[in-house]
């Protein structure tokens, strides 16, 4: 059976640059560094982000860049507050997607490896209520 998310992992060309969003930008705390004593394929790093680990390791980045993400619970109130911080980092946000009123609100940004991420303030369970009532009122 399943338990729940073990980790996250992502390749990345430069540990530090990474490093950069995860803890200056997201507020990530960084727990490991390989150094130069690597067990794994690659020099990585472990962070702490409310909880979730997620790994870098050191690699070939994507060539391409598509709508898979992953994407982070933030406050609504901490909107405005994440958005100022990824573009004082020179992260680039891309514009909103169209959403029906009441799935909450997002910032989806690309970092320099080409992994996109969202940070999103609605729930599953906003989503799924709004989209019901959408249903009944098609019907």
């Known amino acids: 059976m399943i338990e729940g998310l073990s980790h996250m992992t992502f390749i990345v060309r430069d540990l530090d640059e990474m490093n950069r ?4 930008v997201l507020g990530a705390e960084e727990v490991y560094s390989s150094g130069e004593v ?3 394929v ?3 790093r472990f962070f702490l ?13 994507l060539t391409e860049r598509s709508y898979n993400h992953v994407a982070f619970k933030i406050a609504d ?4 507050l994440h958005l ?12 909103p997607r169209p959403r029906v009123e009441g799935e909450g609100r997002s910032i989806y940004f690309y970092d320099r490896d080409n992994h996109l991420f969202e940070l999103h303030t ?15 009122a098609a019907e």
């Open 42 to 44: 690659s020099s990585e």
């Open 49 to 61: 982000l409310n909880g979730i680990w997620i790994a870098i390791m050191e690699g070939d980045p």
């Open 77 to 80: 109130d901490d909107f405005e």
């Open 38 to 40: 690597q067990f794994s």
């Open 122 to 136: 609605g729930t599953l369970g906003d989503r799924l209520a709004r989209y019901a009532k959408g249903r009944e």
């Open 84 to 95: 100022e911080k990824l573009r004082a980092a020179e992260f680039e946000v891309k514009p």
């Open 21 to 24: 969003l995860l803890v200056d």
